[in-house]
Every structure is written in C-alpha cells, then in structure tokens.
C-alpha cells in the first residue's frame, strides 16, 4: 500500500490531541457504556513514539530530557482523569521493548519516571510488558525487571509477556506484580482459567491468525476442553 509519509506533530495541534483522548474516553463510558479506558502507551504507538529517545527527535518543550519526552502522555493522563474519574483509568506501557523501532536507551528510568508520574493522578492500574527475554545456554534470561516500577507504582499493577500458569502464580507469590496479564494463551483457550485450575493441556496459538481481518479463524474458532472431549 501507498501510505503517507508521517510527520511530527506540530506543538499547536497537540492540545487539540490531547481534547481528542477526552473525549473518546467520556464516549467509551457514556456513549459505548464501557466500564474504563486504558492508554495505549506501547508497541511504538503514538504516546510510545513521544516518550522513546530513540525514535523522538523533537526539540521543542515535548521532546529532549525525560520530563518532556513523557508530558504528552502525562497531559492526555490528565486531561481524561479529571473527564471520567480516576478509578475508570489504566495505561499499557512498554519500556523495555522496541515494538516498530519505538526503543529507550534507558528503559528502567522511563519505566519508573512514568509510575511515578501517574501516581499524582491516582489512575486504577499501570499494565506493563515484560522485558524481552534473550536464550543463554537452552534458558531464556533477562538482566532487566518491572520490580522497580512495580515499587514506584502505588496502584494495582499488572504483568504481561510470555507468562504461563506457573510464572504468573510465583509473580504473585512473589510480590512481583498484582496480577497477570495473558494475551496469546487466552485467544487460543478461551477457557484459560479452567484449564489453569484443572491443569489441563492447552490449545496451540496459531500466530498466523493473529492480525486477519477474519472475525472468526483464529479468534473465536478455538475449541473449549468440553469440545475436545466429546469428540
């Protein structure tokens, strides 16, 4: 396809931006009837863009150091807080990861400027991706941890990325994080929690599905462990 070639935003249409935010969460609870919103703040989308170093070339007052590179974000933040209300608020944030050349020389210290940050407004949760594990010797490792961010954040925190039953019951036996997010895994076992509780085998994902337009293959066409084993 023949896309337009992007281009920054201009510092006089970002409050106009920052309105849209508004006003697409006060729709979500009072027109859709959505109990919250959550802010996209990863996977190289735009709020992602602003606060990476390394995609973020600006130089007016949203971009250089780490308070303005995070000001967009932490304005929209606001602006829906004081439009639904604190309580009806999450954000996904992704520090650690380059999703669509979006990367951070310093992901911990953006990690945990933004869980500060947020805290002033007291949104529900903060929804974090998992650093991205590397294979060392048949095991997959990582240097890096949402621990400090789990501890700078004073709400309910979530952890996301490659868990499985067992790692997402010692993340919280541990302390590491409130709850666990599970994405691949729940598309393909649309009865995850079951399977978790009866330690059943679970369904491979197909990730060839995962982006089709289809609305059933490889979304609602899973089979339930009830399916499996009456046929």
């Given at each position: 396809?023949?896309?337009?070639?992007?281009?920054?935003?201009?510092?006089?249409?970002?409050?106009?931006?920052?309105?849209?935010?508004?006003?697409?969460?006060?729709?979500?609870?009072?027109?859709?009837?959505?109990?919250?919103?959550?802010?996209?703040?990863?996977?190289?989308?735009?709020?992602?863009?602003?606060?990476?170093?390394?995609?973020?070339?600006?130089?007016?007052?949203?971009?250089?150091?780490?308070?303005?590179?995070?000001?967009?974000?932490?304005?929209?933040?606001?602006?829906?807080?004081?439009?639904?209300?604190?309580?009806?608020?999450?954000?996904?944030?992704?520090?650690?990861?380059?999703?669509?050349?979006?990367?951070?020389?310093?992901?911990?210290?953006?990690?945990?400027?933004?869980?500060?940050?947020?805290?002033?407004?007291?949104?529900?949760?903060?929804?974090?991706?998992?650093?991205?594990?590397?294979?060392?010797?048949?095991?997959?490792?990582?240097?890096?941890?949402?621990?400090?961010?789990?501890?700078a954040f004073k709400g309910t925190f979530i952890a996301a990325g490659g868990y499985n039953g067992d790692?997402?019951?010692?993340?919280?036996?541990?302390?590491?994080?409130?709850?666990?997010?599970?994405?691949?895994?729940?598309?393909?076992?649309?009865?995850?929690?079951?399977?978790?509780?009866?330690?059943?085998?679970?369904?491979?994902?197909?990730?060839?599905?995962?982006?089709?337009?289809?609305?059933?293959l490889g979304y609602t066409d899973y089979p339930f462990l009830e399916d499996i084993n009456s046929s």
């Open positions: 396809m023949d896309w337009s070639p992007p281009r920054r935003l201009r510092t006089d249409e970002i409050p106009a931006t920052v309105n849209n935010f508004r006003l697409a969460a006060r729709n979500a609870i009072e027109a859709a009837g959505f109990d919250g919103v959550e802010f996209h703040g990863a996977n190289g989308y735009l709020l992602d863009q602003f606060m990476k170093d390394q995609v973020s070339d600006r130089t007016d007052k949203y971009g250089g150091s780490l308070e303005n590179r995070c000001r967009f974000p932490l304005e929209i933040v606001e602006a829906v807080v004081n439009e639904i209300g604190a309580d009806k608020v999450g954000m996904r944030l992704s520090s650690y990861a380059s999703y669509m050349e979006a990367s951070e020389s310093n992901p911990e210290a953006l990690g945990v400027y933004m869980a500060n940050a947020v805290n002033k407004f007291g949104i529900l949760y903060l929804h974090v991706i998992e650093p991205r594990m590397i294979k060392i010797n048949d095991k997959y490792e990582t240097p890096h941890s949402l621990l400090p961010m789990r501890n790692d997402g019951n010692k993340a919280m036996a541990d302390n590491y994080s409130d709850l666990v997010a599970f994405g691949w895994l729940f598309l393909a076992n649309p009865d995850l929690p079951r399977r978790f509780q009866l330690n059943a085998p679970l369904n491979k994902y197909n990730r060839d599905t995962f982006y089709i337009p289809d609305p059933v």
